[in-house]
């Protein structure tokens, strides 16, 4: 169990902080006497773009048939054999939650990310990929790495929210390894941490130009 444990921590810091990175060109352009442009960014698209909404969307679901059940499996012997099969850690529900997720991930992705509205906006700025054209192939490309992007972090996401069950039926375990609950720590550890690094350079920054020159002009 411990050994599964950092193994599946470790899977969820590496997925969490995978991301694939689009480049985007700015071309120059004269506004005035001033130059804007000609600069070089990129987009950032993370593995895991739903975050852990698809889980809580699929698990709500599914908690009303599954208390509609067991209601009716105290007054007909029919819902009785339905509920012994469709418990939490039984193998139907298992699949069905991670069909579920697999479904919500690339939903809640649709409505996150519009592909033809982002490639507008970096049309509109003066912005293009390198070897693509503004428009409609921006859009088609962005598409296409959403959607394969999306694929790995649904299956992802499936995995770890089936895998108490998984490990409960191979293991014997008499309590439950929560991988949900796992990610939204390991996520919380991630955020605390990126706060903190994000503190000690404002820090050091702060302390820099208070050591500096700056300070010892303005004490004259």
């Known amino acids: 169990l411990l050994v599964i444990f950092i193994l599946v921590t470790a899977c969820i810091i590496f997925l969490e902080r995978g991301e694939r990175k689009i480049p985007v060109q700015y071309a120059r352009r004269v506004v005035g006497h001033r130059?804007?442009?000609?600069?070089?960014?990129?987009?950032?698209?993370?593995?895991?773009?739903?975050g852990i909404m698809p889980v809580i969307f699929a698990g709500s679901i599914l908690h009303v048939p599954q208390y509609l059940i067991y209601i009716l499996a105290g007054r007909f012997d029919f819902f009785k054999k339905i509920s012994h099969i469709f418990t939490y850690s039984g193998f139907v529900y298992s699949m069905l939650d991670f069909c579920l997720i697999i479904f919500f991930s690339f939903f809640y992705t649709a409505l996150m990310y519009n592909p033809t509205e982002l490639a507008d906006n970096i049309k509109k700025s003066g912005g293009f990929i390198p070897g693509l054209r503004p428009g409609k192939k921006t859009a088609q490309f962005f598409d296409y790495i959403l959607t394969r992007i999306g694929l790995v972090g649904a299956v992802y996401l499936g995995l770890l929210a089936v895998l108490p069950n998984i490990v409960y039926r191979f293991a014997q375990v008499p309590f439950s390894l929560g991988g949900t609950s796992?990610?939204?720590?390991?996520?919380?550890?991630?955020?605390?941490?990126a706060q903190i690094d994000s503190?000690?350079?404002?820090?050091?920054?702060?302390?820099?130009?208070?050591?500096?020159?700056?300070?010892?002009?303005?004490a004259r």
């Open 35 to 50: 130059m804007y442009g000609g600069q070089s960014a990129y987009i950032p698209f993370k593995i895991n773009t739903a």
């Open 182 to 193: 796992m990610l939204i720590m390991v996520g919380v550890a991630l955020e605390t941490s």
């Open 199 to 218: 503190y000690l350079i404002d820090h050091r920054y702060e302390g820099f130009l208070s050591s500096g020159r700056v300070k010892g002009r303005s």
